[in-house]
């Protein structure tokens, strides 16, 4: 252990945040540029030595260590579960002997120990799976829903009917986004096969359910709504309490919570749920592995779908109230179709693997928020803390 040196290719948030904890538990740490690095570092790798990466997508990554690496180099690769702003104790972090010896992997768990996280032992496809079905899907909602306000010219923590409950996480993890760099997103999204059919499902659902809504189809809506949520929430409907309560929902605001909250269809929660269902994604298998923004989505989902009061009233809200109908229009753009401008919709920049529109759709929206990143990364700190301690209760 004495004589292990540690290099690190990439200097981005999560790159700095490896850095930063290796060093702090005694490692030497070389950084250096990332990108094409494999090809250009791979082949003078030194003989015997463990190459890894941190990125969120296994796939790309694992074929260029197998293409441009020498043969006796052994990978291992590691995947943390979370945002560089957040405690790694206890999030989960994913370790993939890919082509090692058990010394060796014992070796690498060993020296990642120091950021004190849950190790999850999984393969490069699982592992792409795995974070297909919690992320992918949940940053299309937030990255929709952003462009949306953005469209629509608003900041929602000014307006009444997005102040409080489930309105506060739907804002705090929007920002909390965009307050990030556009590649974090669009690396998992673009570039992960299982991701990409994820996306294009959510804009269907999105686009279907709001086209239920318009028409007026009650029962039509009011039928797909309950299959979905009996398929992803059955096995845990009435024996587990909700991730999220109301005290939590409203402790959490932007802006001042109103005394008498306007009742909401919540488009963005329903064709969620009604995603997973056509997926057959049961979200409570994928815990182990799960975000901390996944487990506020979950739970947020979850509170919505299991108080059938509340459900009631958002299918009455979707067919009888039209406050929210050009927030969701603009939403549906978002999720799915290019806009008048001729600007693809995320689901497009998803299945047409276009990095360059992913980023300048992502920075227009990142610049239009800016000013209160601030806020929201600590009011969004707080929220992440509470629901892990309720889910580590669990």
């Not at 959510?202 to 009996?230: D, Q």
């Not at 997926?279 to 901390?292: A, K, N, Q, R």
């Amino acid at each position: 252990m004495d004589n292990i040196a540690i290099g690190i290719i990439g200097m981005g948030d999560m790159g700095k945040m490896y850095a930063r904890r290796l060093s702090d538990a005694g490692w030497s740490v070389e950084a250096e540029g990332i990108d094409a690095v494999v090809a250009q570092y791979g082949p003078s790798t030194k003989q015997g030595a463990i190459v890894g990466g941190q990125t969120s997508c296994k796939a790309p990554e694992i074929a260029a260590f197998e293409k441009h690496l020498p043969s006796d180099v052994e990978i291992i690769s590691c995947h943390s579960l979370h945002g560089p702003n957040v405690d790694p104790r206890g999030q989960p972090l994913v370790l993939i002997k890919h082509r090692a010896s058990q010394k060796s992997f014992e070796l690498v768990e060993n020296v990642l120990s120091c950021f004190g996280s849950k190790i999850v032992h999984l393969t490069a496809k699982k592992h792409d799976r795995i974070t297909a079905d919690t992320q992918a899907v949940t940053h299309a909602a937030f990255l929709s829903m952003g462009t949306a306000w953005r469209a629509n010219k608003q900041f929602p923590w000014e307006i009444n009917r997005y102040v409080g409950g489930i309105e506060n996480v739907k804002i705090n993890v929007t920002l909390r986004i965009y307050s990030n760099r556009w590649h974090v997103y669009a690396g998992l999204a673009i570039l992960n096969p299982s991701a990409k059919e994820q996306i294009r499902q959510y804009a269907e659902s999105v686009t279907e359910l709001f086209k239920l809504m318009l028409g007026g189809h009650r029962e039509e809506l009011t039928k797909r709504i309950k299959a979905a949520g009996e398929a992803v929430f059955k096995d845990v409907r009435g024996n587990k309490d909700l991730l999220l309560r109301d005290d939590v929902l409203d402790r959490f605001s932007l802006g001042k919570v109103p005394s008498e909250k306007t009742p909401n269809n919540h488009l963005s929660l329903l064709a969620m749920v009604d995603c997973w269902w056509k997926l057959g994604i049961v979200p409570y298998d994928h815990m182990i592995c799960s975000t901390p923004l996944f487990r506020l989505w979950l739970g947020v989902t979850e509170y919505l779908f299991r108080k059938p009061s509340l459900l009631e009233e958002v299918i009455n809200t979707a067919i009888e109230d039209n406050t929210f109908r050009t927030d969701d229009l603009e939403f549906t753009f978002a999720a799915r179709l290019a806009n008048m401008k001729g600007a693809k919709g995320w689901s497009e920049c998803v299945s047409f693997g276009d990095f360059s529109s992913y980023r300048d759709r992502f920075e227009q929206t990142q610049a239009y928020f800016a000013p209160r990143f601030p806020e929201a990364t600590r009011v969004g700190n707080e929220m992440i803390k509470t629901i892990l301690e309720r889910t580590e209760k669990d």
